[in-house]
């Protein structure tokens, strides 16, 4: 509700919403649509991380310490880095290759819903993370089987779910200047935004977003 205190969570989805909003409106000028592009990709890669749903009181996970194979962390760290490179150790394109093993029913399926319901399918999420990794637990090998598949699926989803958004954007603005839609269709979409997805979800680079490779 409006009159709930402001979340992280719930910034979250503010801010996505109001970005694909701003971008679908379209009439932007062009660099102010490529920060707009690059701020929505970076955000839709938070939305699946599950620690960027965390609590307030301890800043996502960052105030509750943990060790990960005997190194001190905290567990917004994990997360955030270290769990995924130590489930596989793989580049970007080898990431997309290895799981990117869905049929089109399962990624239409995935793709589904709203950034409403994406971020409530992460914040349950994280309050089973919160459960699984009190303060001061030693986190290694079982902690790495448990949860290295749930790493990939959200790869996989917030790479769909990004391609989603942006087909829905640009879709939308090509109709309205009566331009057909692109052929490529969802899934072509969805792999190459994958790719920018797992950059920006992993390691948050500041690099220049490239729109055409990432609808194309």
């Known amino acids: 509700a409006e009159t709930q205190p402001r979340t992280p969570a719930g910034d979250l989805l503010r801010a996505v919403t109001e970005l694909a909003e701003r971008l679908r409106d379209g009439g932007l000028p062009s660099a102010e649509e490529r920060d707009a592009l ?127 958004l942006l087909n829905d954007i640009y879709q939308c603005m090509r109709r309205e200047a009566g331009i057909g839609c692109h052929g490529g269709g969802y899934r072509h979409a969805g792999r190459a935004a994958r790719k920018k997805y797992r950059k920006s979800a992993i390691a948050h680079p500041a690099e220049k977003h490239d729109l055409c490779n990432v609808i194309r």
């Open 38 to 164: 690059r701020m929505l990709i970076h955000l839709a890669g938070d939305m699946h991380c599950p620690m960027h749903a965390g609590r307030s009181d301890d800043r996502g996970g960052n105030d509750i310490a943990v060790t990960f194979f005997g190194e001190e962390s905290n567990l917004h760290a994990v997360w955030d880095t270290a769990l995924p490179e130590a489930a596989r150790r793989w580049r970007y394109t080898e990431w997309c290759e290895q799981t990117d093993r869905l049929t089109d029913d399962e990624a239409a399926l995935i793709g589904a819903g709203t950034p409403r319901d994406w971020i409530e399918e992460t914040r349950a999420l994280c309050r089973e993370v919160y459960e699984a990794s009190p303060a001061g637990s030693d986190l290694s090998y079982d902690y790495v089987a448990r949860f290295a598949p749930v790493v990939e699926l959200q790869f996989l989803k917030g790479g769909y779910r990004l391609a989603r």
